[in-house]
């Protein structure tokens, strides 16, 4: 037979992947449905008054693992009892009918009184089809991943109550799934352990391991942390990432470099953040050296070793004017960083994503300035945020939700 797949979405609800099942050669069928999307964080309880033949007509999203109810009969379709489907509410009393139909006359041969009592529940539900006297239907999933039509949507249907509810821990169980036993603590557990993951050396290409740590900088915010260490080569990296947006303002600090005590407050470098130290004429543009959280003297260090490494500077391609050039420059470093000279140290950060520590914190520091100020049209071309829409990108007539 073939099998055709069709992912399609249903309005104010989600993807789903529809299945068909066809043979030519004995015209069996079959079609069912499965979520596209993952467990939802609740599960979905749709509770419908049926009272009309258009009530029968709804459209309904039924998965492996949800329960339908019809109270009055006392009815039910357990869970994983059928496969997912794509249907109507008198699809699924249809369904049912068959199911109970299909064994019958087994069980007239055996248990005469059993199937008398079947015939009569079938013909309770057939009952039901005809919509002769009102009742309920009712359709609970602990994935949250079924649906009941609304024809109003997106105003209110009366008829229909949509309610959701915490999963149990037998009912997440049968979703294969693992309830944290301390979810009040979940978010404080995550700042307070080291996640580790596997990856590839970025030198040797052998396997290793990078450990992620979620920061809060005092005064400032939550930064994430990131380092990669190899056993293979010894390589070691490390990154930061900001753990926020970017801000309304971009942000220019000043720092007036003054002793050796300035060289241990913390730093946090972002990689749209651009250094600059004019008393050396040196400036380091954006992306350069990536973020970094460390302190003033590490950063100071790794600008070193950065110009350092310049193959330009180095070797046959060297010339001797720019060898003098480049010792006389680190020389200046080098005596910034021992705190022999003083110096001004500009961090320029358009996304507002950059720190240094203020010592007298929470008491201004006379030796540093924060300044924000309008990020110009090209600063926001280069973070993306000009061709950037968080409201009204709905393209016209599209579905609202």
Not at 135 to 157: C, H, I, Y
Not at 195 to 221: D, G, R, W, Y
Not at 291 to 312: H, M, S, Y
Request: aromatic share 6%; hydrophobic share 35%; charged share 30%.
């Amino acid at each position: 037979g073939v099998t055709r797949l069709l992912l399609t979405r249903i309005p104010f609800f989600k993807e789903i992947i529809v299945s068909s099942f066809a043979c030519n050669s004995c015209s069996w069928s079959n079609t069912e449905i499965q979520s596209a999307g993952r467990i939802q964080e609740q599960g979905v309880r749709y509770t419908l008054a049926v009272t009309s033949r258009k009530d029968m007509n709804r459209e309904v999203v039924k998965t492996d693992c949800a329960t339908a109810r019809i109270p009055e009969l006392d009815f039910e379709i357990p869970a994983f009892t059928q496969k997912g489907v794509l249907t109507t509410i008198e699809g699924i009393i249809d369904r049912a009918i068959v199911g109970l139909e299909q064994d019958q006359p087994v069980r007239r041969a055996t248990d005469e009184e059993v199937a008398n009592k079947i015939e009569e529940f079938i013909g309770k539900l057939k009952q039901l089809k005809e919509v002769q006297s009102s009742f309920t239907f009712v359709l609970d999933d602990p994935s949250g991943n079924s649906f009941v039509e609304n024809p109003r949507a997106p105003q209110k249907d009366d008829a229909l109550v949509v309610s959701r509810y915490r999963r149990t821990a037998e009912q997440a169980a049968m979703l294969g799934l693992e309830l944290d036993e301390k979810p009040a603590d979940s978010a404080e557990d995550l700042r307070n352990e080291v996640l580790q993951f596997n990856t590839n050396c970025p030198e040797c290409n052998a396997p290793a391991s990078t450990n992620m740590k979620l920061v809060q900088i005092p005064h400032f915010k939550e930064v994430i942390i990131m380092a990669t260490n190899c056993d293979s080569c010894g390589h070691r990296t490390n990154e930061v990432k900001s753990g926020g947006a970017i801000e309304p303002q971009g942000t220019r600090i000043t720092l007036r470099i003054t002793d050796t005590s300035d060289m241990t407050r913390d730093i946090l470098k972002s990689e749209t953040c651009s250094v600059e130290i004019p008393e050396l004429e040196f400036e380091l543009g954006m992306g350069a050296l990536g973020g970094k959280f460390t302190t003033l003297e590490g950063l100071l260090k790794d600008i070193r070793e950065l110009v350092e490494r310049n193959p330009f500077t180095l070797g046959d391609s060297s010339a001797p004017s720019k060898m003098e050039k480049l010792q006389e420059f680190i020389g200046k470093l080098q005596e910034i960083i021992e705190g022999k000279t003083s110096a001004h140290f500009i961090m320029d950060d358009p996304a507002g994503n950059s720190y240094l520590q203020n010592v007298y914190a929470p008491e201004e520091d006379p030796e540093l300035s924060v300044e924000r100020y309008e990020r110009t049209f090209e600063q926001n071309e280069e973070l993306g945020l000009n061709d950037m829409r968080t409201e009204g990108y709905e393209p016209e007539g599209a579905p609202r939700r």
